[in-house]
């Protein structure tokens, strides 16, 4: 039977001077402040770790203790109280290793979100550490020599959901729970060319709301990344890759739908020992997608009425850049 012990201990200062929230105009010319203040957060935390092996099995088990600090030097307004809390964080994972193709694991733990500074204060500490728990189950498998396929479900409940407002600021939210599988399969098709892929299906739901009323905005439901790799002896290497975001509830009743996308990107490099040449293509195909999308109420100057739809950034066109590195 083998011990592994691991302690430690870590800080953490943040401060951030004159952060607003302000109508404007042009972006330049402020006309209302809505939040003006300085803002700090501090964290001091330590750990434990342990990890036992005996044979096939393999345990492991911790925990974390985290102490917040929370203060924010109101500007605009009289000033207000500081807030503090601590937060403990443990965690259990217990791996079986049937034999050198095929391996069983279980990781559970519970972790945690500092809140924004401002939400803490105006809030009067409420969830100042929302907790989140999670817990996977899967399996590591390589059925032949040059493949290696990983599965999992999970399971993920936030004590508290940031939402996307509509003035553009973040907000606390329900409680959210998330179940999923995710499976990636990894292949050597030749001494110099490796292929992968990564499927992602989840189903996010608010805890607290009724059925057909608690879809999370914005939440993914089925992701995909993947690609090809080469690396040939005369130093020539890259990789031509994809990454894919289905289409998915754009509000809590999904009467919007935010767009999903398929964008491809290809890195060719020549590398020696002492230095590099290579280009990065971004969005191969100069396909038209949505890099963020949000409900908004938005109304421009000819509109009757306000309106509520879909506000987006388009995401990068075709876009091609040269690299040189040099290695000392």
Do not use: C
Request: glycine share 6%; proline share 4%.
């Amino acid at each position: 039977m083998t011990y592994t012990s691991t302690a430690g201990i870590s800080a953490r200062i943040d401060r951030t001077h004159n952060s607003e929230f302000s109508n404007t105009i042009n972006q330049n010319t402020v006309i209302q402040y809505n939040q003006l203040g300085d803002i700090s957060e501090d964290n001091v935390n330590a750990y434990v770790d342990e990890t036992i092996e005996k044979g096939k099995w393999l345990l492991n088990t911790g925990s974390r203790l985290d102490y917040f600090y929370f203060k924010y030097n109101d500007k605009l307004n009289s000033q207000l109280p500081v807030r503090s809390n601590v937060i403990a964080s443990p965690k259990l994972n217990i791996q079986y290793t049937l034999n050198s193709k095929l391996q069983l694991y279980l990781k559970s733990g519970k972790g945690f979100h500092s809140n924004d500074t401002r939400v803490v204060i105006f809030n009067d500490g409420v969830k100042t550490m929302p907790a989140a728990y999670g817990a996977d189950l899967g399996v590591i498998w390589k059925p032949i020599p040059r493949l290696l396929i990983n599965t999992a479900l999970w399971y993920l409940y936030l004590e508290q959901e940031f939402v996307y407002s509509d003035d553009g600021t973040v907000e606390p939210g329900d409680k959210t729970r998330r179940v999923g599988i995710d499976l990636s399969a990894r292949y050597q098709l030749t001494n110099w060319l490796f292929a992968d892929a990564n499927v992602n299906l989840a189903n996010p739901r608010d805890a607290q709301l009724p059925k057909g009323q608690n879809y999370l905005a914005l939440a993914p439901t089925f992701t995909s990344t993947g690609g090809l790799d080469f690396k040939l002896k005369n130093g020539i290497n890259g990789a031509l890759s994809y990454r894919y975001l289905h289409k998915r509830a754009g509000n809590a009743d999904y009467s919007l739908t935010a767009d999903g996308y398929f964008v491809s990107d290809l890195t060719i490099n020549y590398t020696k020992k002492k230095y590099e040449i290579g280009i990065a293509i971004e969005n191969l195909f100069n396909t038209k997608w949505n890099e963020f999308e949000a409900e908004e109420i938005t109304r421009t100057k000819n509109e009757p009425a306000p309106v509520d739809q879909m506000s987006f950034t388009p995401g990068t066109p075709f876009f091609a850049k040269l690299k040189l590195a040099v290695f000392f």
